[in-house]
């Protein structure tokens, strides 16, 4: 069982930047892809960036592609995501989500949230103009 807790949300201006956590607990956490995923008021849910288990894989979607960057530390069990020039558009709940450890998950990085089997219970982000 993996339990993911995330934190670092909150208020900002659009052009700021923001660095969520996602603090996990278990072992093998170590050996699950982690992606991080948000939901606006009255859309669903959508992708935004993963991270394979060994951290050499990363998968961005085009709307945070070279704003966003997501990394993790496997010796703290917690995964980052940094989250710059951000706009009002980014204003969302974003939630980390793990894989089932191992396998495949240990080098791939998913976008589906069929993958994931654990999640968080997210955090706000807002950001005014």
């Known amino acids: 069982q993996v339990q993911l807790v995330e934190s670092g949300g909150g208020l900002v201006q659009a052009g700021d930047s923001l660095r969520l956590s996602c603090a996990a607990s278990?072992?093998?956490?170590?050996?699950?892809?982690v992606g991080w995923f948000r939901q606006a008021p009255g859309k669903e849910r959508e992708f935004t960036a993963a991270?394979?288990?060994?951290?050499?894989?990363?998968y961005y979607s085009d709307s945070t592609k070279g704003r966003f960057a997501i990394s993790r530390d496997n010796a703290k069990n917690t995964v980052y995501l940094q989250m710059n020039s951000l706009s009002p558009e980014d204003t969302a709940v974003y939630y980390c989500?793990?894989?089932?450890?191992?396998?495949?998950?240990?080098?791939?990085?998913?976008?589906?949230?069929?993958?994931?089997?654990?999640w968080g219970q997210g955090a706000q982000v807002t950001v005014s103009s």
């Open positions: 989500a793990a894989t089932t450890p191992g396998g495949v998950w240990l080098v791939l990085a998913s976008q589906r949230p069929s993958d994931y089997a654990y």
């Open positions: 991270i394979s288990g060994i951290g050499d894989s990363t």
């Open positions: 278990g072992r093998t956490f170590s050996s699950a892809c």
